[in-house]
């Protein structure tokens, strides 16, 4: 049987490779969490699977941020709505109060 320490290691890598970084980072913290909490297997291998989503998501997100060349300091409460005509004014005023906006989604 293998070193437990080396097959720590191995599976970090093989996590990496298989690009499954935040299982990567996460698995060893967690597994410790749900040997001490006599999470199952299946529990432990939800919670590691939810937090690479999250962590993907979150990575998405921040590409998608970078890709649209948008400044990220600018949004509704610096934009100077006074500087465009009173029509598109009314229509961003309208835009900003419905409820697709109170909600981000990147999806």
Do not use: C, W
Not at 38 to 51: D, F, I, K, Q
Not at 68 to 79: D, I, Y
Not at 89 to 98: A, V
């Amino acid at each position: 049987m293998s070193n437990p320490i080396n097959r720590h290691n191995d599976l970090r890598v093989l996590l990496e490779r298989l690009k499954l970084a935040g299982m990567a980072q996460s698995f060893a913290d967690l597994a410790l969490k749900a040997a001490k909490e006599g999470l199952s297997h299946e529990v432990y291998l939800h919670e590691l699977a939810t937090r690479e989503e999250a962590l993907r998501h979150e990575r998405r997100t921040e590409r998608l941020l970078r890709q649209s060349g948008l400044p990220v300091e600018k949004t509704f409460r610096t934009f100077d709505l006074r500087r465009l005509p009173a029509a598109l004014q009314l229509q961003i005023e309208r835009l900003r109060k419905e409820p697709f906006l109170s909600k981000p989604s990147m999806s």
